[in-house]
């Protein structure tokens, strides 16, 4: 008589015992199903036995009477008895897909393309509609926990003369006041360093202009024209909307549980989000369109962002910070 080994779980722990299986008569010449290996030996009528299909190469399971299960990793006593006879219901069906390529290769692909629709279009959808609860007390955090993070690793004091910062606040000012912006707005002014000649807008409304960039200007109307790009960056909570694309962990606790101890985590990542990766080309354009409008109704030639742009480009070196680094290509924005 061949046994079998199995493993026993009793149903109410997760604890398993090794036991040995074997069908043997028994006095009305019934076959029974003896388990060794227990406390006290068991065995079971084969018709009070529920064994389900397997799926794939997974083990046997067989049910018992009560809670109890068998587990049968090699072989089985039933793994002669026809499919269709054995239980199986979601299980019989995951069997019978699984030994199909064809389904198998569609599930694949399906998934694959599940999970390129939610990270083209679900996290971007997602940070969009998370940057709208965040509470402007938190945005303030992020803003300035970021400027603080920066001022330590990249920017140094600006040496721009106060006269001058002046003159730019004042301008930067008027052009908040006539674009009607919601919610806070400063400029501050940063010596660049390795960010060389360039220009960030940070969560809570934070502009901040190299003094690179604005000795790279050559009118102010140039100066005006990075103004309002980076206010469209702002108006639009492009970095709060990058950071958390960035940040899916942080991303999934703010939309999913409403925690709001995702400040920090966010933090820590304004330098390499805003400052190293790229902006989306969407939220360039965005920020594009919107310095474009603002231009025209303040009838500043179009030209003038196409200007600095170019002078940009042409300087040297370039370093992996600078401004073309995290904006995208001149000649595209230019036309
Ligand atoms: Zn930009």
């Given at each position: 008589m061949r046994s079998y080994e199995a493993r026993y779980y009793d149903g109410r722990s997760t604890a398993?015992?090794?036991?040995?299986?074997?069908?043997?008569?028994?006095?009305?010449?019934?076959?029974?199903?003896?388990?060794?290996?227990?406390?006290?030996?068991?065995?079971?009528?084969?018709?009070?036995l529920r064994p389900h299909t397997r799926v794939g190469s997974s083990s046997r399971?067989?049910?018992?009477?009560?809670?109890?299960?068998?587990?049968?990793?090699?072989?089985?006593?039933?793994?002669?008895?026809?499919?269709?006879?054995?239980?199986?219901?979601?299980?019989?069906?995951?069997a019978k897909l699984e030994r199909r390529w064809s389904v198998a290769v569609a599930a694949l692909a399906i998934s694959v393309l599940a999970v390129w629709v939610t990270l083209a279009s679900g996290v971007p959808a997602l940070a969009t509609r998370a940057a709208a609860i965040?509470?402007?007390?938190?945005?303030?955090?992020?803003?300035?926990?970021?400027?603080?993070?920066?001022?330590?690793?990249?920017?140094?004091?600006?040496e721009l003369p106060a006269a001058r910062q002046g003159e730019l606040?004042?301008?930067?000012?008027?052009?908040?006041?006539?674009?009607?912006?919601?919610?806070?707005?400063r400029l501050e002014f940063r010596?660049?360093?390795?960010?060389?000649?360039?220009?960030?807008?940070?969560?809570?409304?934070?502009?901040v202009v190299t003094d690179e960039l604005v000795q790279l200007a050559q009118h102010d109307d140039e100066l005006r024209a990075v103004f309002?790009?980076?206010?469209?960056?702002?108006?639009?909570?492009h970095s709060m909307r990058m950071l958390l694309q960035n940040s899916t962990s942080a991303l999934l606790m703010l939309v999913l549980v409403g925690d709001l101890n995702v400040a920090g985590s966010?933090?820590?990542?304004?330098?390499?989000?805003?400052?190293?990766?790229?902006?989306?080309?969407?939220?360039?354009?965005?920020?594009?369109?919107?310095a474009r409008e603002w231009m025209r109704s303040a009838d500043i030639p179009i030209a003038r962002l196409g200007d600095l742009l170019a002078r940009l480009d042409a300087q040297e070196p370039r370093s992996g910070w600078s401004y073309l680094s995290t904006h995208p290509r001149t000649e595209e924005r230019a036309q």
């Open positions: 398993a015992t090794p036991v040995v299986v074997e069908l043997r008569p028994g006095e009305d010449g019934r076959v029974l199903l003896h388990v060794d290996g227990l406390d006290v030996p068991r065995a079971f009528a084969m018709s009070a399971m067989v049910e018992l009477p009560g809670a109890a299960w068998l587990e049968f990793g090699g072989g089985s006593p039933f793994d002669d008895v026809p499919e269709p006879t054995l239980t199986g219901g979601a299980g019989h069906l995951l965040i509470p402007a007390a938190v945005d303030a955090q992020i803003g300035a926990g970021g400027l603080t993070l920066l001022d330590q690793r990249v920017f140094a004091a600006s606040r004042r301008a930067f000012d008027e052009m908040a006041r006539d674009l009607a912006v919601q919610g806070p707005l010596h660049g360093g390795e960010a060389g000649a360039n220009a960030f807008a940070l969560p809570a409304g934070i502009v309002a790009h980076e206010i469209g960056h702002v108006v639009n909570r966010l933090v820590a990542s304004i330098p390499t989000v805003l400052v190293h990766a790229a902006h989306s080309r969407d939220f360039e354009r965005e920020a594009d369109r919107y």
